[in-house]
C-alpha cells in the first residue's frame, strides 16, 4: 500500500505561481525512486486529465500540451516527494489536482487506470 498526500493548492491571480507537492509513504525509501508519479486534474462534471507524470527513476517527463512550457514536474527521492510548479496560470487551470502513484510500469502513463494509488486532492483556483 502507498499512502499519498498533496498540498500546496490555493487561490492565485492569473499569471502567478504555485508549487504542489506530493508526498508518497507506506513503502521502503528505495522503491520510490522506481515508481512513476503522475499530476491529474478534475473540474465538476468533467473527467479526470492527464496534466504531467514523471517515469521510473525521474525519466521520461511527460506533460500535456495545455501545461507544457509553464508547467515542471519534478521529484526528490530523499523525500520520497513529487513536486509540480505552475507559472503562468490561467483561469482555466483552475481545478482539483491530483497525485497518483503508478508503481507497475517504468514508462508513465497518461490514463487514470494506469495509476494505483492517488491522493485527496489539493484545489487550485486561478482568479482573473
Known amino acids: 500500500q502507498v499512502e499519498v498526500v498533496e498540498s500546496g493548492g490555493g487561490l492565485v491571480q492569473a499569471g502567478g505561481s504555485l508549487r504542489l507537492s506530493c508526498a508518497a509513504s507506506?513503502?521502503?525509501?528505495?522503491?520510490?525512486?522506481?515508481?512513476?508519479m503522475g499530476w491529474f486534474r478534475q473540474v465538476p462534471g468533467k473527467e479526470r486529465e492527464f496534466v504531467a507524470a514523471?517515469?521510473?527513476?525521474?525519466?521520461?517527463?511527460v506533460y500535456a500540451d495545455s501545461v507544457k512550457g509553464r508547467f515542471t514536474i519534478s521529484r526528490d527521492g530523499a523525500k520520497n516527494t513529487v513536486y509540480l510548479q505552475m507559472n503562468s496560470l490561467k483561469p482555466e487551470d483552475t481545478a482539483v489536482y491530483y497525485c497518483?502513484?503508478?508503481?507497475?510500469?517504468?514508462?508513465?502513463?497518461?490514463?487514470?487506470?494506469?495509476?494505483?494509488?492517488w491522493g485527496q486532492g489539493t484545489q487550485v483556483t486561478v482568479s482573473s
Open positions: 507506506g513503502r521502503t525509501f528505495s522503491t520510490f525512486s522506481s515508481y512513476v
Open positions: 514523471s517515469g521510473s527513476n525521474g525519466d521520461n517527463t
Open positions: 497518483a502513484v503508478d508503481t507497475l510500469r517504468i514508462i508513465p502513463a497518461t490514463v487514470t487506470y494506469e495509476y494505483e494509488f
